[in-house]
């Protein structure tokens, strides 16, 4: 049975260890539930600020200024939420890349992705040059 290493230097496509890969996923998994808890979280608070959920018969506050802070806080909130599901939707790619051994290899220019990136943003799927071309287009 080879080792790691040495299926490192024979298959270019496992560019880290089996121990780093569990590493990556675990921590993939645990952004994942800690995002999913919070789309919970943003789920009930909408549920709340809903006037029909609370009994109420108007959905207007009593004074404008009250409606300009509720529509800022149902704005911000649904914009955590969109950010966090197209997270989890990256995490999702980057636990299927795992499994199918692309896991760390650029999807654009097939070269590795740096362990420093992936420690960042352990769900990158680009390589920082690669990034960087699609963020100046």
Known sequence: ???D?????KDPRAPFSREEMDAF???LI?????LR???????????Q????ERGEISSLPMHLADLGTETYE????LGFAERDRDTIAAIDRALERIEEGTY???ENCGRPISKERLQALPFAALCRDCQAKEEAA
């Open 30 to 34: 645990e952004r994942r539930t800690k």
């Open 74 to 77: 149902q704005q911000t909130d």
């Open 5 to 9: 290493s040495e299926r490192r230097k």
């Open 37 to 47: 808890e919070r789309l919970e979280r943003l789920s009930g608070r909408a549920a």
């Open 49 to 52: 600020d809903n006037p029909a």
């Open 25 to 27: 996923r675990a921590a």
């Open 104 to 106: 760390g290899m650029c």
């Open 1 to 3: 049975m080879r080792t």
